[in-house]
T-cell receptor, first 111, second 116 residues
Framework: GENVEQHPSTLSVQEGDSAVIKCTYS??????FPWYKQELGKRPQLIID?????GEKKDQRIAVTLNKTAKHFSLHITETQPEDSAVYFC??????????FGRGTSLIVHP | DTGVSQDPRHKITKRGQNVTFRCDPI?????LYWYRQTLGQGPEFLTY????????KSRLLSDRFSAERPKGSFSTLEIQRTEQGDSAMYLC??????????????FGPGTRLLVL
């Protein structure tokens, strides 16, 4: 099946800095790439998604970029805050309704 | 709360026992998904329903696992003869089908299973 590689596995930043998480995929075409945030002991929650007909989408401090030629997409968080600390998962839908998730990035924002 | 709900939230059982989990999706959502998540990993797909039909099952899903969605609303996931390796968080998600392939999935809070 399709594989989604997510990097880094852990990201530690100071409050106010930017954070970037990158995901790559291999063979199949995909039209939809959601990002989920999961706080400790809580459910994954969709924070932003992007469809293949656009290269970038922004929602306040969060943005996602997509490069279909290079088969990678990235999450950008600006002006990070301690409450941004969580595990972030990227995902892609590759020819089915079943998303393939990355392994997650643990983001730690130090006050 | 009109989101996805799951019951129980936590379950501790002894190896060899059977357990059953329930998921109630968002009411207008016709698609329902079960995932398993272990520490340090993303959600791993187990099975998926559209209405009452089980359309896809992961090859990772052993025959000890069975899921149902008899009336196209809530779903149950049963694990028979539990093993310690079944210990994980079991997540349910739902979505609404549309013309586009891409559909946002909304997750429930999960059921954390510990097999002793």
């Amino acid at each position: 099946g399709e594989n989604v590689e997510q990097h880094p596995s852990t990201l530690s930043v100071q409050e106010g800095d930017s954070a970037v998480i990158k995901c790559t995929y291999s063979d199949s075409a995909s039209n939809y790439f959601p990002w989920y945030k999961q706080e400790l002991g809580k459910r994954p929650q969709l924070i932003i998604d992007i469809r293949s007909n656009v290269g970038e989408k922004k929602d306040q401090r969060i943005a996602v970029t997509l490069n279909k030629t290079a088969k990678h997409f990235s999450l950008h968080i600006t002006e990070t805050q301690p409450e941004d600390s969580a595990v972030y998962f990227c995902a892609g839908l590759f020819g089915s309704y079943i998303p393939t998730f990355g392994r997650g990035t643990s983001l730690i924002v130090h006050p | 709360d009109t989101g996805v709900s799951q019951d129980p939230r936590h379950k501790i059982t002894k190896r060899g026992q059977n357990v059953t989990f329930r998921c109630d999706p968002i009411s207008e959502h016709n698609r329902l998904y079960w995932y398993r998540q272990t520490l340090g990993q993303g959600p791993e797909f187990l099975t998926y329903f559209q209405n009452e039909a089980q359309l896809e099952k992961s090859r990772l899903l052993s025959d000890r696992f069975s899921a149902e969605r008899p009336k196209g609303s809530f779903s149950t996931l049963e694990i028979q003869r539990t093993e310690q390796g079944d210990s994980a968080m079991y997540l349910c998600a739902s979505s609404r089908s549309g013309r586009a392939l891409e559909e946002t999935q909304y997750f429930g809070p999960g059921t954390r299973l510990l097999v002793l």
